[in-house]
């Protein structure tokens, strides 16, 4: 813990070397009291990055995988004049807490049950949590930083997508960044204030996805309050004890009225299936080795992650100073990326999500890092780490419209005019990766500090721009909404195969999910032989030789059973 300590503590020459120039171009100037070029170039470029967000708001594709939950349950919630409990398809859904329900639910009563509703929070949570970077700098004194940690947060593939899918990772990452954040302002101010918001926050964090809300923040302040335990005695803490309760006030009570009320099915598949489980043993086959989060930081956070490894080398190999106006955070938000990196590493479920609670840490890192100066090495690997992206992206955006008609031919399905907009959608992502990459590696070359941060923003903002326009391009391809538009009107529905529970927010009633079991599926047609079954291509085959009518909305069917002649 000394070595930590002596990392905690950065030098002021270090300081010196990172991003004095974003004071004087970036920040609004105080001499001449207006808003600087910089600042206006790194506002156009956020403002071009998520441009196609106005697609996902003007022609929205479907919900997909867990946003249906968070789009539906809230309509239950209403429907049954219950707030405590969450619904899905007439059923309790005790699998998470119920903060984003109520989030959606609220966006719902603003625009509509709509997949615009869905997604706005998330939309919401991602900016916020730029601007709380922002404003986190400034209150320290790295102003500079703070902002280049919002634009490096903003600006990456990652953000991008979950910013716009309706599911509460991004409202998760936010609740966890402010409480980390106000958990550290509250030592370096030593402000009981920002101690107990910062115990609020994670305690909401609880309430939009269980442990992980608590667990992430907690991890992360513990070394502040073990070395100001040293310092002022038992004070750090006791801090730590007043957190903990707080966070537990504002989480517990939903909790004990649910586990009162529900019994031991609620404790059963929330804390066992979905907490225990899920870290012993991979679920619906979401597997990794020990370093797929690996790759993951480096695709998805691309093209700052090209100088992340130097970031956290230079972080944690820090000259000691001692504690007061010189104290830099900055090897606390390594320990802050790699606690969430490494413990989700360790845990046997993995997706790639599921470490994003670490960009706001890993943005920090990289603003710094990004306006430092490149040793020779460092512009080595750097342009070695930017151009495997751009060859995997390349690569990608050829094979992606052949694999897709590839598909459909093995089968037996024809194509339907889809063509075009797969490889609108491959150019797009190839496209945007191949610019940032030839923009970062201009970087590598660039000797003035404040040309090589814009020339990172500009190649980011790229990327978030072509990754946005792919995304929703390959989402319309997947035509979940018009195949649910039209299954919906049938007076009997249900749903075949695998990953169909995105439909029941479509439906707007209760509908049978079969599941891959043709047994239930001839049971279901013999009480209702006119119904409409919606089904992925790949369970439509076996459908087809039967002599069933399919009828294929990209990779979504209707199937209807023939009329007996």
Same mark, same amino acid.
């Given at each position: 813990m000394a070595a930590f300590k002596d990392a905690c503590s950065n030098s002021v020459t270090c300081r010196q070397n990172s991003a004095i120039f974003l004071a004087d171009h970036l920040l609004p100037g105080e001499r001449d009291g207006g808003m600087s070029k910089g600042l206006t170039i790194l506002l156009v470029a956020g403002l071009i990055g998520w441009a196609p967000v106005i697609l996902f708001f003007a022609d929205p594709p479907a919900l997909t995988g867990d946003e249906a939950y968070y789009a539906r349950v809230?309509?239950?919630m209403r429907e049954r004049e219950d707030w405590l409990v969450p619904y899905f398809n007439g059923e309790p859904r005790y699998k998470k807490p119920p903060l984003m329900y109520w989030l959606v639910a609220s966006s719902q009563w603003l625009l509509g049950e709509n997949e615009v509703a869905t997604r706005l929070p998330s939309l919401a949570a991602v900016g916020l949590t730029g601007l709380l970077l922002w404003w986190f700098g400034r209150r320290i004194g790295e102003g500079n930083v703070g902002l280049?940690?919002?634009?490096? /947060?903003?600006?990456?593939?990652?953000?991008? /997508?979950l910013g716009n899918w309706g599911a509460p990772e991004a409202v998760l990452g936010f609740f966890v960044a402010a409480s980390i954040l106000l958990g550290f302002l509250s030592r370096r101010e030593k402000n009981g204030g920002w101690l107990v918001l910062s115990g609020v926050a994670a305690g909401l964090g609880v309430l939009t996805k269980g442990a992980p809300g608590i667990t992430f923040p907690f991890l992360a302040l513990f070394p502040v309050w073990l070395i100001g335990g040293r310092e002022d005695g038992f004070k750090g803490m006791r801090d730590g004890v007043v957190w903990l309760l707080t966070c537990c006030l504002v989480a517990v009570l939903w909790f004990l009225a649910v586990g009162m009320r529900e019994g031991e099915a609620f404790w059963r598949v929330l804390?066992?299936?979905?907490? /225990?489980?899920?870290?012993?043993?991979?679920?619906?086959?979401?597997?990794?080795?020990?370093?797929?989060?690996?790759?993951?930081?480096?695709?998805?956070? /691309?093209?700052?992650s090209i100088r992340l490894p130097s970031a956290f080398f230079k972080s944690v190999t820090a000259v000691r100073q001692p504690l007061g106006s010189s104290f830099t955070f900055d090897p606390l938000f390594v320990w802050w990326a790699i606690s969430v990196v490494g413990l989700f590493s360790l845990v046997a479920t993995?997706?790639?999500h599921y470490i994003f609670p670490a960009f706001p840490a890993v943005a920090w890192l990289c603003a710094q890092q990004w306006q430092r100066d490149w040793e020779r090495s460092e512009k080595i690997g750097s342009a070695l780490l930017a151009l495997v992206p751009v060859g995997v992206a390349l690569y990608g955006s050829v094979k992606l419209p052949q694999a897709y008609m590839e598909t459909l031919a093995k089968l037996g399905f024809e194509p339907q005019g889809e063509l075009g907009l797969v490889q609108h959608a491959g150019v797009a992502l190839g496209g945007s990766i191949l610019l940032a990459g030839m923009g970062a590696l201009v970087a590598l070359v660039e000797r003035q500090g404040e040309r090589r941060f814009l020339l990172g923003v500009g190649s980011a903002a790229i990327c978030t721009f072509g990754?946005?326009?792919?995304?929703h391009s390959a989402l319309k391809v997947m035509g979940g909404r018009e195949a649910a538009i039209e299954w919906r009107r049938s007076p009997v529905i249900a749903t075949f195969g695998s990953d169909t529970h995105w439909a029941v927010f479509y439906a707007d009633r209760p509908v049978p999910?079969?599941?891959?079991?043709?047994?239930?599926?001839?049971?279901f047609l013999t009480k209702h032989p006119q119904a409409a079954i919606l089904l992925r291509v790949d369970f439509a085959p076996p459908l087809r030789e039967e002599g069933w009518t399919i009828k294929r909305y990209g990779i979504w069917c209707i199937a209807r059973k023939p009329f007996p002649q």
């Open positions: 809230p309509v239950e280049g940690a919002a634009f490096a /947060f903003w600006l990456n593939p990652m953000s991008a /997508f804390l066992w299936r979905e907490h /225990f489980h899920r870290v012993t043993s991979p679920m619906e086959g979401h597997r990794g080795p020990l370093w797929f989060y690996l790759p993951v930081l480096w695709f998805l956070f /691309f093209p700052w993995k997706l790639p990754i946005l326009l792919g995304v999910l079969l599941g891959r079991d043709r047994r239930r599926l001839k049971a």
